[in-house]
Nanobody, 123 residues
Framework: QVQLVESGGGLVQAGGSLRLSCAASGRTFGVYTMGWFRQPPGKEREFVAASSWKGGNTSYADSVKGRFTISRDTAKSTVSLQMNSLKPEDTAVYYC????????????????WGQGTQVTVSS
């Protein structure tokens, strides 16, 4: 069982930056792929980025490539999402997620979810 707690959301102007963090409980962080998803208002939850349990390989949605960076600190059991050059279309509730010994970009593949943190980008 893994519990995930996000922090770092807020309101920022277009072009600005935010850093989201996710703290995971448990002592087996290294066997979990960690992902970030987001749900814009009135839309489905969508993949943002993931850091694989296998060597920390990363993957990104095309819409955030070059602007967002996912990183993990296995010693601290945390995963972060650095978001730069934010756009109004990045406005969403951002969720941290985890899946054990698998990797994927679909929300249905993840077993554990945080409560979400709101990111609002004003134009």
């Amino acid at each position: 069982q893994v519990q995930l707690v996000e922090s770092g959301g807020g309101l920022v102007q277009a072009g600005g930056s935010l850093r989201l963090s996710c703290a995971a409980s448990g002592r087996t962080f290294g066997v979990y792929t960690m992902g970030w998803f987001r749900q814009p208002p009135g839309k489905e939850r969508e993949f943002v980025a993931a850091s694989s349990w296998k060597g920390g390989n990363t993957s990104y949605a095309d819409s955030v490539k070059g602007r967002f960076t996912i990183s993990r600190d296995t010693a601290k059991s945390t995963v972060s999402l650095q978001m730069n050059s934010l756009k109004p279309e990045d406005t969403a509730v951002y969720y941290c997620s985890a899946v054990r010994l698998r990797s994927g970009i679909n929300a249905a593949e993840y077993d554990y979810w945080g409560q979400g943190t709101q990111v609002t980008v004003s134009s």
